[in-house]
């Protein structure tokens, strides 16, 4: 698939997909961001480096503008902490040259994708037994 198409492809599948997919994108995004920035380390690429913790830390902040502290009560401010952590991180990582900050952040990341991926899940399994 040519990359004019595929970029196509991944616009009309994010603008069609449910909050909670865009949920998981959002993670998975800065998840991927955050290994690339940890290879750049590795291969000495600061630009690189820079800009993959760049990208990471704009879904993050992203992330955490969207919480609803009216709805999400202590789980919006536990998610809010977590993302200040990983916010945190990356900055470290960008300014220290860090593999340790980012497998930091990558760890906490993948760790709340799981959890959403499992409690999402479990909703449409939970509405397939209503509906079926």
Same mark, same amino acid.
């Given at each position: 698939?040519?990359?004019?198409?595929?970029?196509?492809?991944?616009?009309?599948?994010?603008?069609?997909?449910?909050?909670?997919?865009?949920?998981?994108?959002?993670y998975e995004?800065?998840?991927?961001?955050?290994?690339?920035?940890?290879?750049?380390?590795?291969?000495? #690429? @600061? /630009?690189?480096?820079? &800009?993959?913790?760049?990208? +990471?830390?704009?879904?993050?902040?992203? $992330?955490?503008?969207?919480?609803?502290?009216?709805?999400?009560?202590?789980?919006?401010?536990n998610l809010?902490?977590?993302?200040?952590?990983?916010?945190?991180?990356?900055?470290e990582a #960008? @300014? /220290?040259?860090?593999? &340790?900050?980012?497998?930091? +952040?990558?760890?906490?990341?993948?760790? $709340?994708?799981?959890?959403?991926?499992?409690?999402?899940?479990?909703?449409?399994?939970?509405?397939?037994?209503?509906?079926?």
């Open positions: 698939m040519s990359k004019n198409k595929y970029g196509k492809y991944q616009k009309t599948s994010v603008q069609s997909a449910s909050r909670e997919k865009l949920l998981l994108l959002l995004g800065a998840i991927k961001y955050m290994k690339r920035a940890k290879h750049a380390i590795q291969k000495d #690429n @600061i /630009k690189g480096r820079g &800009e993959n913790v760049g990208y +990471a830390y704009d879904i993050v902040c992203e $992330l955490n503008n969207t919480l609803d502290h009216n709805v999400g009560g202590d789980i919006a401010k809010e902490k977590l993302y200040m952590f990983v916010n945190d991180k990356l900055v #960008n @300014i /220290k040259n860090s593999e &340790e900050s980012l497998d930091d +952040a990558i760890k906490v990341f993948q760790i $709340l994708y799981d959890g959403w991926k499992e409690a999402i899940e479990k909703l449409k399994a939970e509405d397939k037994k209503k509906v079926g």
